[in-house]
């Protein structure tokens, strides 16, 4: 499996990918859905906590930080509201840049905001391919043409140090001010006031009279960050107004939630929003999403390893929480589980504000009304974020198990197909039911008079249609396949079929390989072999009958003999069969091959290769052909190649995977092409890191591996280099461009000298999750549909790529971002080679959402992270190993 599924267009072991175990160290957390308070049943069998844990206060147990999660005096319980965009409505005001916690802040709003679009392109615009009508899940705000945002800063005479003073002062001015956004001295208007200073005359609570005075400061650039956290507290204000609940970051709607209680499962329906400046207008984004909810507690998790595990249920009961997002129902907020304590208990006491003690049972009961039915469990702890500690939230926050919903999927649960399928039915939308759900939601701002009207004094409405783009589409590729045999690819962008009776591009023939394997499949096994014989013969490609070594069972020692009796042969390749997707097991094979002895391995899971009842000979011909294709491409053999007319070219791939084991560190992966148009070979490289500025080291570092491989094999450092940099977060875009392009650019004028004003060169920042989504109609647009206007923004050199098929839901496009260009290519041209480079990833014939070097650095990274934990054997590092 690839660690991110078909998502990318990539298989997984039903396309006979090779057997890769399940784990839980993917690209992202769980989604979480909120619920509604626990109801009241009947208590069920205590815990019972082992007889050393006491019943003391907390305090002098050597946490002085560690306390439980309470809102500060005077807060509301109720989820929390977004400061700033109250003051737009009258409120208390809020901060732009110092915004209170709960505000939008805590949303994905971008923090920078760099110019990317070179000076000298007029237009980012390609011409290639056909015109298509589509539509977009974005939605114009109509405003008069000049209208602008403006900031003005704000002085007080006696000055104010009370917040709440100051910010109804603000408040008072209203009238005039019309919808205003205030931080306690900045204020942000979309009128401005006739004069450069404006002062108010005002009284405090005593009849003292205090002096306001508003002084212009500038215009606000509408590409610049503030604008998009103004915009976006202005967007909150209106969708609180909806009446949703905000859970986290997002709003959801509960009362259309969705029970599915055979798996004890619950989704709320919610909406992803943002809004912000594109080409000529400001557009609101929306996506339709949800949150998926296990309807267990924390509480109901540590009595089943209780009753599992009597004697070992710490042990089970941390495997089994550790590293998971809970979700609290008495204020809908979401904590990541660090550790547990089993000394401490909810009849612990803690230090009060006032300088009281009061116990967790007490707590909860006098705040929330929720009554703890076993004092015994132990607490949970809760690492809290950096930036909620500059917040004023401590370092470690302990909350009570019965009080917390367990979030997201396991991966036993993602392995259930009718539990996947159930929940898929509710998340897995049809582009017109999607379009549905978005002008519902839009006729749901429309209808809601709050909403309207706080847009309404920002001088906005918001438009009743969607928005309408011009893309194009490309034209299909050519496949290239051995002796100059070509094929055009589908509408689905799928070459699959052209395999039956076609050589390979180029082949590295399998004719000294061992097959490892538990004696009682022995039999299995070989029919398999002779299946993949078969499928080979089809393609042109040499397979020779392998040694066979029979193991007694199937522990992971005895695999580890077996592997050293087969090193002794020096083959090309060994196969393990192995009877489950066990992780260990599959971490020692992986190990020993790529660390040990370096020497190409290929997993195979007993089920995938036998015989299913009624396609015994069309689907293992399917797994044998698509293995064969795998294990050509793992010894150096390209399967295809596309036309490349660009002479003197290196692609790289770059992305970045955490360790599984140690969260401190992660694996960079680079992987390079070694000139597309004469050699269809790779250079790989990981290397480990624990902060952004030994990753940036790294890159570079791993770059100039490449040009020196690349000089190896050509006599020459490559005429045209083009990354592609995936994994990259919106906030995360000034940090790459600052950074690690320029430590790559260092670099590169080491290596070229003088020579280094002709190179070309490209870096392009490659975004998979994204809200955007594009519709041909009722239907997603096909591969190859380029939208590069209208939606994509202003000070950027970006452009939207569909380049995979998607037969069930929505596609989501990728958003390429150039941030760095020298190649001289025209946006026509790098747009088609993105495209060409979707089709060039050996475990799937068919195309990408991403270019195929991304999805190898990715496979790397997620295989030394996950699997190995140390960078691999360098002599491995020009073939492509990791598939």
Request: a positive charge; aromatic letters at 8%.
């Amino acid at each position: 499996m690839t660690g991110r599924g078909r998502s990318r267009g990539t298989p997984g072991l039903h396309h006979a990918d090779e057997a890769q175990p399940r784990t839980g160290a993917g690209r992202g957390r769980p989604q979480q859905t909120p619920l509604a308070p626990v109801p009241t049943q009947p208590a069920p069998a205590p815990f019972v906590p082992p007889a050393s844990r006491g019943s003391g206060e907390s305090k002098g147990r050597g946490r002085p930080h560690v306390v439980v999660q309470q809102p500060p005096p005077q807060q509301s319980a109720e989820p929390p509201q977004a400061p700033a965009s109250r003051g737009g409505n009258g409120g208390n005001g809020g901060g732009v840049g110092k915004v209170d916690r709960g505000s939008v802040r805590a949303r994905n709003i971008i923090t920078d905001i760099i110019q990317t679009k070179p000076q000298n392109i007029q237009s980012k615009k390609g011409t290639s391919g056909q015109p298509v009508a589509l539509l977009t899940n974005h939605f114009r705000l109509l405003k008069q043409p000049n209208w602008q945002l403006y900031q003005y800063r704000v002085d007080f005479s006696p000055q104010i140090e009370l917040r709440g003073l100051r910010n109804r002062l603000i408040y008072e001015q209203k009238p005039t001010l019309g919808g205003y956004l205030f931080d306690g001295t900045m204020l942000f208007l979309s009128v401005k006031l006739p004069n450069e200073v404006t002062e108010f005359m005002s009284k405090n609570r005593e009849g003292e009279p205090i002096q306001t005075t508003v002084k212009y400061i500038n215009p606000i650039d509408m590409t610049a960050a503030v604008s998009v956290q103004i915009l976006n507290l202005i967007l909150r204000r209106s969708m609180e107004a909806l009446k949703l609940q905000l859970v986290g970051r997002n709003f959801f709607d509960a009362v259309a939630k969705v029970d599915i209680p055979q798996h004890q499962l619950q989704l709320w329906p919610g909406y992803l929003t943002s809004i912000r400046q594109h080409e000529n207008d400001i557009m609101l984004c929306a996506e339709v999403t949800n949150k998926v909810m296990r309807t267990e507690t924390l509480y109901d998790i540590l009595q089943n390893c209780v009753q599992n595990e009597r004697s070992n249920f710490q042990i089970a009961y941390e495997t089994a929480v550790l590293g998971m997002t809970v979700l609290t129902a008495y204020n809908n907020k979401t904590y990541r589980i660090d550790g547990i304590d089993f000394k401490m208990s909810p009849k612990e006491t803690f230090d009060t504000r006032d300088g009281g003690k009061i116990s967790f049972v007490q707590y909860y009961k006098d705040k929330y009304h929720l009554s703890i039915r076993d004092a015994n469990q132990p607490l949970l702890v809760s690492k809290s974020k950096e930036r909620d500690r500059r917040g004023g939230e401590p370092e470690l926050i302990l909350l009570v198990p019965e009080l917390c919903r367990a979030t997201g999927l396991t991966d036993n649960m993602r392995g259930d197909h009718r539990l996947m399928s159930a929940v898929a039915v509710y998340t897995r939308l049809a582009p017109k039911a999607r379009i549905d759900r978005l002008n519902a939601f839009n006729q749901r701002l429309q209808n809601t008079a709050e909403s309207t009207l706080n847009l309404k004094e920002w001088n906005f409405t918001l438009d009743k249609n969607m928005v309408q783009v011009n893309g194009r589409q490309l034209a299909n590729e050519k496949i290239v396949f051995g002796n100059n045999k070509t094929a055009v690819t589908n509408h689905e962008a799928d070459w699959s079929r052209e395999f039956r009776n076609i050589s390979m591009y180029t082949s590295q023939h399998l004719k000294n390989w061992v097959v490892i394997v538990p004696q009682r499949k022995r039999r299995e096994a070989e029919d398999f072999i002779g299946i993949l014989q078969r499928a080979g013969s089809g393609m042109r490609y040499e397979v020779v009958k392998p040694q066979i070594i029979d193991i007694p069972d199937d522990r992971g020692q005895t695999y580890s003999n077996a592997l050293d009796q087969a090193f002794r042969g020096d083959p090309q390749l060994v196969m393990c069969i192995v009877l489950n997707n066990n992780g260990d097991k599959y971490s020692l094979i992986k190990k020993k091959c790529c660390v040990e002895r370096a020497i190409p391995s290929q997993v195979m899971v007993v089920k995938t290769i036998t015989p299913k009842q009624g396609k015994e000979l069309g689907s293992l011909m399917s797994v044998g052909t698509k293995v064969a294709i795998q294990i050509n491409s793992k010894l150096g053999g390209a399967p295809w190649m596309v036309e490349m007319p660009i002479p003197g070219l290196m692609v790289v791939g770059f992305d970045v995977c955490h360790d599984a084991k140690d969260k401190s560190k992660s694996y960079g992966a680079l992987v390079a092409s070694m000139d597309m148009k004469k050699a269809q070979n790779y250079f790989s490289a990981v290397t480990p890191h624990k902060n952004g500025e030994e990753l940036s080291n790294q890159l570079a570092l791993n770059i100039v591996k490449a040009l020196m491989c690349f000089k190896g094999q050509h006599n020459a450092l490559p005429e045209r280099i083009v990354i592609y940099r995936d994994g990259v977060g919106e906030g995360q875009t000034n940090y790459v461009f600052e950074h690690e392009v320029k430590n790559i650019l260092s670099k590169l004028n080491e290596h070229y000298g003088s020579a280094a004003k002709e190179l070309k060169f490209s870096f392009i920042v490659v975004s998979k999750r994204i809200n955007t989504r594009f519709f041909k109609g009722g239907i997603n647009p096909n591969p190859g549909t380029v939208v590069d206007d209208i939606v994509t923004l202003p000070e950027r050199f970006d452009f939207f790529l569909n380049s995979q098929y998607v037969r069930n839901g929505t596609v989501s496009p990728t958003n390429y971002n150039v941030l760095y260009d020298t190649s001289g290519l025209s946006p026509d041209r790098l747009q088609i080679l993105s495209y060409k480079m979707t089709h060039l990833y050996y475990n799937w014939s068919g195309t990408l959402a991403v270019p195929a070097v991304c999805q190898y650095a990715h496979k790397l990274a997620f295989l030394v992270g996950n699997f190995i934990h140390q960078s691999p054997s360098n002599i491995l590092e020009k073939q492509l190993y990791f598939l």
